[in-house]
């Protein structure tokens, strides 16, 4: 009996194990940084003085990406 169960045991993994084989990977997502025609986030400031710019850049950068996504879109 116990030798029953566990070759029903071995071949139930070894479905799955194929089932995981005979699977495609899924294709990788979009990740930012890795795609050269996107522009780079600007750099956190590291000093008070720098915040400001940095909003305006991050803004603009915000745009920007909203702009292209919109355009991939349509």
Same mark, same amino acid.
């Given at each position: @009996?116990?030798?029953?169960?566990?070759?029903?045991?071995?071949?139930?993994?070894?479905?799955?194990?194929?089932?995981q084989?005979?699977?495609?990977?899924s294709?990788?997502?979009?990740?930012?940084?890795?795609?050269?025609?996107?522009? !780079?986030?600007?750099?956190?400031?590291?000093?008070?003085?720098?915040?400001?710019?940095f !909003?305006?850049?991050?803004?603009?950068? @915000?745009?920007?990406?909203?702009?292209?996504? @919109?355009?991939?879109? !349509?």
């Open positions: @009996m116990k030798l029953i169960v566990l070759l029903a045991a071995v071949l139930i993994v070894g479905l799955l194990f194929l089932q084989l005979d699977n495609e990977p294709p990788p997502e979009n990740v930012v940084g890795n795609n050269p025609a996107t522009p !780079e986030a600007p750099r956190v400031p590291t000093n008070p003085e720098e915040l400001k710019t !909003e305006n850049d991050i803004n603009q950068f @915000m745009d920007d990406a909203a702009k292209k996504r @919109m355009e991939q879109v !349509e």
